[in-house]
Nanobody, 126 residues
Framework: QVQLVESGGGLVQAGGSLRLSCAAS????????MGWFRQAPGKEREFVAT????????YYADSLKGRFTVSRDNAKNTVYLQMNSLKPEDTAVYYC???????????????????WGQGTQVTVSS
């Protein structure tokens, strides 16, 4: 099993920035890639970004390219999501997820991920 704990959410004004963290523990050696998703009230869970174990590249939802950056620190078993130029429509619960080895990359669909964090709320005020 892999446990994921997100942190860093909060309330921010439009145009501001936040950095989310996701700390992984447990059988982290089995994880091939990490991803971020978000879910706004009344909407389906939406893919944000994913990064493979190596951290050498990343893949983003087209609508978020240029504003969001995903990175990882394997020594700390932590993945980050830097969010800049935030907009009210970015308001959502943000989830960290992990996919086991053996899967192709990138994976953008939620069912492809094996482990999930509890989520952290991000609220952007106008």
């Amino acid at each position: 099993q892999v446990q994921l704990v997100e942190s860093g959410g909060g309330l921010v004004q439009a145009g501001g920035s936040l950095r989310l963290s996701c700390a992984a523990s447990g059988r982290t050696f089995s994880v091939a890639a990490m991803g971020w998703f978000r879910q706004a009230p009344g909407k389906e869970r939406e893919f944000v970004a994913t990064i493979p174990r190596t951290g050498s590249t990343a893949y983003y939802a087209d609508s978020l390219k240029g504003r969001f950056t995903v990175s990882r620190d394997n020594a700390k078993n932590t993945v980050y999501l830097q969010m800049n130029s935030l907009k009210p429509e970015d308001t959502a619960v943000y989830y960290c997820a992990a996919v086991r080895g053996g899967s192709s990359w990138p994976q953008t669909l939620a069912p492809a991920y094996d482990y999930w964090g509890q989520g952290t709320q991000v609220t952007v005020s106008s």
